[in-house]
RNA sequence: GGGGGAAUUCCAGAGCGGUCAAAUGGGGCAGACUGUAAAUCUGUUGUCACUGACUUCGGUGGUUCGAAUCCACCUUCCCCCA
């Protein structure tokens, strides 16, 4: 099955501009293709992650990545897909989340002479001239097309600014320039990227006449049709400094069973055939997937070793018996106890697994606390300092979340 | 440039002088049921020293015994006309 054929049995294409050609130029290793980056984070996610994953499927296939890094365009920032306008950020923040970007896509595409390129387009874009540029590239887009894009549409009743209208312009104008410096011919994005990448194939037909390609990556949804990787607390981060191995695989071990296939297919590089096994999966069999799944992302993101002990530890607090030892943990520091104890409302608070303690209190009076499992049934209850020494003891809020407290 | 409207707790959205820590829905958290799933049901959801106190309703002042509610100014946003 060759590279095109399989993106499509994943069900990663969502929108072609030529099927026809892209499968031609994919296929037979001709593709120089870039996916922006925009730096609005100091850590990439699981949506970036997918990106990355298509980079290194069509690299393995001969292709050439190029990763731009949207340095310049993150001074004005992406629309698209929002119902209110982004924060600016400072230059300052920006230039160290390329920083952060670059250090992490470094870990999966190979980059060098004859390999993947690294670019930043804070390099041409900032020298833009401003009369220049509506002159030269101005001049080739359509206000009435570009308020008609799918991506402008959601902001037309809670309004657009100026600033962020042009995005689709300054990313248009990525793609020409990286079609002429780096005779890139094909660009790849998110599905909700789509008008911002149809302008630049059409800024390049219009300014050199010649044919450029861009192809959306499906983007991941549940079931119940939200986008997949975000928490309560905000996305799901490839950084273990934001989101722990740990939880990382437990985001992945949790998801509903309408979609642990889905995910598999399209963000592992399990085999088709194998997966294809899988399918015929059902009810609580399913968890067998969810474990593999899990497994599978965990290692592609913090390798092998993270991944083995987070499934390690995962299986011990759900199955029993299994080590405790690499599960989020928090050191208290002696000030915390008063008598050489602490009580349960101020432990909660102190490993962060609340924020309030009032939410703690609640918590506790709901029956929600279990320490080495006992259930914490007093509000009142303390614990010992001795306690904590060595290995801690184990705090279970809930029926999922599992914290660990020691003391040195 | 002219006219009109709006800003409420995580979100949406009621409230329009005291009975408001503020209806309702969503989300979150917890409990029951389960397969670490979904659905369902129940409780809960400002802070703290939690049968009590304190701080919240865009901002700043003012009226009043008393303001989320009335007035003035400011800020931001939306709509209509140009």
New binding site residues.
Partial sequence: MQIYEELKARGLIAQVTDEEEIRELVNNGKAVFYIGFDPTADSLHVGHFMALCLMKRLQMAGNRPIALIGGGTGMVGDPSGRTDMRQMMTTETIQHNCDCFKKQMERFIEFGPDKAIMVNNAGWLMKLNYIELLREVGACFSVNNMLRAECYKQRM???LSFLEFNYMIMQSYDFYHMFQTLGCNMQFGGDDQWSNMLGGTELIRRKLGKDAYAMTITLLMNSEGKKMGKT?KGAVWLDPNKTTPFEFY?YW?????ADVLKCIRMLTFLPLEEIDAMDKWE??Q??RA?EILAYELTKLVHGKEEAEKAQET??GL?AGGGSAEHMPSTELPAGKFEDGKIGAIALLVACGLC?????A???IQ???MMVNDQKVTDIAASFDQADFLKEGIIIK?????FHRAFIK
């Fill in positions: 009743e809670k309004g309560a437990q071990r949790n998801v509903g069973d009810g609580s399913l968890n969810k995962a299986r759900f924020p309030s303690n009032g939410e209190r609640r918590l709901q029956g929600g809020k809930g029926k999922k979340v």
